[in-house]
């Protein structure tokens, strides 16, 4: 079975080259159909971190510069600028790589979930363009089984690794749902905001906004459907929130013991989560020794995201062993469907019961001319080859079926292969 | 016919511990359906196993210490798997089952005493006072476990580091919120369990009151709860202060219900 990918990722490419490469999911279809004269089937991955085309070729050789050229071509980029961090697999290695790759084991971030839906979604692309047929589809089908099989049986995916999900992780560890629930951004830095935007996915009611230039606090308010409240009134705020994320320039705390006690009695000692991204930090560490309040630093975070993501490399290995299992018993069944050999192989299994049977003919009617042998022979070996010749391209159509893997084990079953 | 039940529950609770032991230790989500499964198999046949015993001796299972401890983890049992449908209780599975075998081995091994009823004992107070004894006990078990889980899980999060197998607790405010529901819960029976005590009492000797030792505790133990909640209302006591007043009831509330009858000389049966 002759099957290829060539590609690169975020480990052989810098990101200005993988941006160059990237094809906008529009541009796919065209780019897909540009294919067709090099490959019998092909398929086009692009995302952020990866361009990669998933081809089955009727010959292998030259297929690799075959295809770079071709890449070249589509996206107007010198070869020469992208040759070396070209990588290629053929035939199991090229399975195994596909299958790594769904399962989110070749991701930049070990074990993130995106990487499937988009690879689904590139699949349809190639389904809608008809530009992949029974071979491929079958080893993206299987890629998605194995995916799935990878996420339920290991923990790859099993705590969060970025610093702003941990954040809201630990938040739900101290309030269950976070529905309802208010936050109070003080400061605004890039973190904020995208905790700020895993918090109100998980529900977060209200968000409070201040800093010590107002106008600020109100564009970033407006940006993020929050209430922009004055950076004077900071323990009035601090007692209606219940996460607080800080992340001021201030060389000095800005919240202290007596804030968040004061804060506290107010609330009736509800708990407060504080995240304090800052540094210098924001908030006095002190105040994590207080019952009912919860500080965390960016270190914090850092530590926790580690360690999950060293859980998640432990879980990796289990991964690696499950790809490489299924990816090989993928490929012994792939390479039985491969429809020269099947055709090969009845042709030569008719003929040697054709053998057979002229050898018992012969001996029944006794001595003959070898004009009659022959005619014989070219009766019997017409007849067989008629035979075969019209099975062969109903076999390749059969083949090319989604089911076809199925249908090919059938009839090898049915001449004893 | 009680022996088979009481095999047959413990065989339940066992593969149900055995069950929520694998998940807590391996951390795969397979094993919970057949922990619940058999958790609640186990509790059918427990609940069934003190009922046929309540019918073949005429009383509730609760005139001494072994029966009402059977009696109590089946009805703790009943509660964990009320608060399982909604919070992630496996870690309180690990302590809770192995108690609840132990307390159907008790009843296995011990033999049953027949007790003499007395007629007055027989009429009605007492159907009424143990049940609700238990019941209430039941409850501050559970607010017990909640209270623990609260420090645990606080602790976690304040140390900023997480223990392998403890991941999986409920939140900080599921344990708090629980806690003080059942707390308030087993407070309400415990109060009207005393008061019907007392009312037996009454009837059976003709005072209200004994000063009895288990009279005495229970009373110690109602009044720390009474002030527990006091302060949970009033002056918002939450977190850590709760939790350790909730720790430090439930071991009283234990010596009541067990240790009292077992060092001094009372006249509750148990």
Redesign the interface.
């Known amino acids: 079975m002759l099957i290829h990918l060539i590609g690169l990722n975020h480990k052989t490419a810098p990101v200005e080259l993988r941006e160059r490469l990237n094809i906008p999911e529009d541009h796919i279809p065209s780019a897909l159909q540009k294919l067709k004269p090099v490959a019998a089937e092909a398929m086009i991955f692009s995302t952020c971190n990866r361009f990669e085309i998933l081809t089955r070729v009727e010959n292998l050789d030259g297929c690799k510069d075959r295809l770079a050229r071709m890449i070249s071509e589509i996206r107007e980029i010198p070869l020469h600028e992208f040759e070396p961090n070209l990588y290629s697999f053929t035939g199991s290695e090229a399975v195994r790589h596909v299958f790594r790759v769904a399962s989110s084991l070749d991701s930049l971030v070990v074990g993130e979930p995106q990487i499937l839906g988009q690879m689904k979604q590139f699949f349809s692309i190639a389904q809608q363009e008809q530009t992949i047929a029974f071979t491929l589809h079958s080893v993206m089908e299987r890629a998605f089984m194995v995916a799935k099989k990878v996420r339920s049986e290991t923990?790859i995916a099993?705590s969060h690794v970025s610093v702003s999900s941990v954040a809201v992780d630990?938040a739900?560890?101290?309030?269950?749902k976070l529905e309802g629930k208010t936050a109070f951004i003080i400061g605004a830095g890039e973190m904020s905001v995208l905790s700020i935007q895993h918090l109100q996915a998980r529900g977060v009611k209200m968000i409070l906004v201040a800093n010590r230039t107002f106008q600020k606090a109100a564009e970033l308010a407006e940006q993020i459907k929050g209430r922009a409240v004055p950076f004077e009134g900071l323990t009035a705020c601090l007692a209606e929130s219940d996460i607080v994320i800080s992340s001021t320039g201030s060389q000095t705390f800005i919240i202290r013991k007596e804030h968040a006690q004061r804060a506290l009695s107010i609330r009736?000692?509800?708990?407060i989560f504080f995240i304090d991204i800052a540094v210098p930090r924001d908030i006095d560490p002190q105040i994590?020794?207080m019952?009912?309040v919860?500080l965390?630093d960016i270190d914090?975070l850092t530590?926790?995201a580690e360690?999950n993501r060293q859980e998640r490399l432990k879980e990796a290995e289990k991964a690696e062993e499950i790809v490489s299992r299924e990816s090989e018993v993928f490929w012994t069944k792939l390479k039985a469907t491969d429809i020269g050999p099947t055709i090969r192989e009845i042709q030569s299994h008719i003929d040697e019961l054709r053998r057979h049977e002229i050898e018992v003919t012969l001996k029944k009617m006794g001595p003959l001319t070898d004009q009659q042998k022959q005619a014989l022979e070219h009766l019997t070996s017409s007849l067989t080859n008629k035979i075969v010749q019209s099975s062969y391209s109903e076999l390749r159509h059969l083949a090319n079926q989604p089911d076809g893997m199925e249908k090919i084990e059938l009839i090898r079953k049915l001449f004893r292969l | 016919m009680s022996h088979i039940l009481d095999s047959l529950a413990i065989i339940f609770y066992g593969l149900s511990a055995l069950y929520f032991g694998v998940r807590f230790f391996s951390k795969k989500d397979k094993t919970k359906t057949l922990a619940f499964l058999f958790l609640l198999l186990g509790f059918v046949t427990h609940t069934i196993d003190l009922l046929v015993f309540s019918f073949e001796h005429h009383r509730f299972p609760g005139s001494n210490l072994v029966e009402a401890f059977s009696a109590l983890t089946c009805l703790t049992v009943l509660l964990f798997l009320g608060i399982s449908r909604k919070e992630d209780m496996g870690a309180a599975a690990i302590v809770l089952l192995p108690l609840t075998i132990l307390s159907i081995v008790l009843k296995l091994v011990v033999p049953v005493q027949e007790e003499k009823i007395e007629p007055i004992v027989a009429a009605g107070w007492i159907y009424v006072h143990i049940p609700l004894m238990i019941l209430s006990v039941a409850a501050l078990t559970i607010s017990f476990f909640m209270a623990i889980m609260y420090l645990i899980q606080e602790r976690q999060l304040k140390a900023k580091t997480t223990s392998t197998y403890l991941e999986r607790l409920p939140s900080l405010q599921s344990c708090e919120e629980l806690s003080y529901r059942s707390l308030s819960f087993g407070f309400f029976l415990l109060t009207f369990g005393i008061l019907t005590g007392i009312i037996w009492s009454r009837y059976l000797r003709g005072v209200y009151w004994n000063w009895d030792y288990k009279e005495i505790w229970s009373l110690i133990t109602w009044a720390l709860y009474a002030v527990l909640l006091h302060g949970r209302i009033l002056s918002a006591w939450r977190g850590r202060k709760a939790a350790y007043l909730a720790i430090l009831g439930f071991v009283l509330i234990l010596f009541t219900f067990a240790g009292v009858s077992l060092i001094f000389k009372v006249y509750h049966s148990f």
């Open positions: 923990q099993g630990l739900a560890k101290i309030f269950g009736r000692n509800k708990p994590n020794e019952d009912n919860f965390y914090d530590t926790v360690k």
